[in-house]
Structure formats: structure tokens, C-alpha cells
Nanobody
Framework: QVQLVESGGGLVQAGGSLRLSCAAS????????MGWFRQAPGKERAFVAS????????YYAESVKGRFTISRDNAKNTVYLQMNSLKPEDTAVYYC?????????????????WGQGTQVTVSS
């Protein structure tokens, strides 16, 4: 079992930045990949970024490449999502997820545990 708690969401103007955090507990944090997904109103949940157990070879959705950065601190059992140059279309509930395997996945079937989500709203 893995418990995930996200934080860091909020309201920001377009062009601004936010850093999301996701604290994990339960299974050994360094043994599985982590991912971030988001769900905008009226849309399906979508992949944002993922990182394998060792933090190498990160993956991003095309829509966030060059603006978002995923990272992890295995000593703190935490994964981060640094979001820069935010756009109104980034508005969504953001979820972190714990992977089924050490390698990162870009689809939600690769993840076994999910946080409760944190709202990010970007105003124009």
C-alpha cells in the first residue's frame, strides 16, 4: 500500500509558476516510478510527467515540455512538479500517482495508487 498526499496547488496568473509536491508513505519510495496526471473540467484524466525510481530519463506530455519539470527526492519520499510559464489551459486538478514498476509509464494503467488531487487554476 502507498498513501499519497499532494500539496502546492492554487491560483496563479498566466506566466506564473507553481511547484506541486507529493509526499508518499508506505512501500519503499525508491522502488517505484512516480507520475503526475491532470484532469480539466469536462475532460478525461491526462498524463503530464513521469519519473522512474532513480530519477533518470523523465517523460513529459508534449503540451508541458520545456515548461514543467518533474523531480524526486527519495530521501524525503517526495516527488515534485515545477510548473513555469503557466497557461490558462493548464487549469486542472493535478494528481500524483505511484507506479506499479520501477520504470516510468506514460499511461495511467502503469500506476497503482493515486493521491486525492490538488487544484491548479491559471487566470488569463
Amino acid at each position: 500500500q502507498v498513501q499519497l498526499v499532494e500539496s502546492g496547488g492554487g491560483l496563479v496568473q498566466a506566466g506564473g509558476s507553481l511547484r506541486l509536491s507529493c509526499a508518499a508513505s508506505g512501500r519503499t519510495f525508491g522502488s517505484y516510478a512516480m507520475g503526475w496526471f491532470r484532469q480539466a473540467p469536462g475532460k478525461e484524466r491526462a498524463f503530464v510527467a513521469s519519473i522512474p525510481w532513480n530519477g533518470v530519463n523523465t517523460y513529459y506530455a508534449e503540451s508541458v515540455k520545456g515548461r514543467f519539470t518533474i523531480s524526486r527526492d527519495n530521501a524525503k519520499n517526495t516527488v515534485y512538479l515545477q510548473m513555469n510559464s503557466l497557461k490558462p489551459e493548464d487549469t486542472a486538478v493535478y494528481y500524483c500517482a505511484a507506479g506499479r514498476w520501477p520504470s516510468a509509464s506514460t499511461t495511467d494503467d502503469g500506476y497503482a495508487y493515486w493521491g486525492q488531487g490538488t487544484q491548479v487554476t491559471v487566470s488569463s
